[in-house]
Nanobody, 129 residues
Framework: EVQLVESGGGLVQAGGSLRLSCVVS????????IGWFRQAPGKEREGVSC????????YYADSVKGRFTISSDNAKNTVYLQMNSLKPEDTAVYYC??????????????????????WGQGTQVTVSS
């Protein structure tokens, strides 16, 4: 069974930084993609970023491009989301997700596939004004 555990969320002032971590078990990074999503009250779920080792690709939503950086440490089965220059609009619950289908664009648009993907439990990020 694939399991994902997020950590690193918290309260930060606008302009500050946070680093989220997603520890993944039961999943081989070389065979799929890992994405970060967020959902704020009253807003649709948004695909924030994705990394695919098999494709050698990354993805960033326009809303975070230039501020967020996704990376992975395959030996530790961990994916990170470095979030800089945070804005109050970034406040949301952040989720990581894994999918054995390796295409980042498909993952961030549709979420993990029912047969080949899994969600983490989420971590709260709050950016104060």
């Amino acid at each position: 069974e694939v399991q994902l555990v997020e950590s690193g969320g918290g309260l930060v002032q606008a302009g500050g930084s946070l680093r989220l971590s997603c520890v993944v078990s039961g999943f081989t990074f070389d065979d799929g993609a890992i994405g970060w999503f967020r959902q704020a009250p009253g807003k649709e779920r948004e695909g924030v970023s994705c990394i695919s080792s098999s494709e050698g690709s990354t993805y960033y939503a326009d809303s975070v491009k230039g501020r967020f950086t996704i990376s992975s440490d395959n030996a530790k089965n961990t994916v990170y989301l470095q979030m800089n220059s945070l804005k109050p609009e970034d406040t949301a619950v952040y989720y990581c997700a894994a999918d054995r289908l390796p295409n980042c664009w498909a993952l961030v648009v549709a979420g993990p596939s029912p047969d080949f993907g899994s969600w983490g439990q989420g971590t709260q990020v709050t950016v104060s004004s």
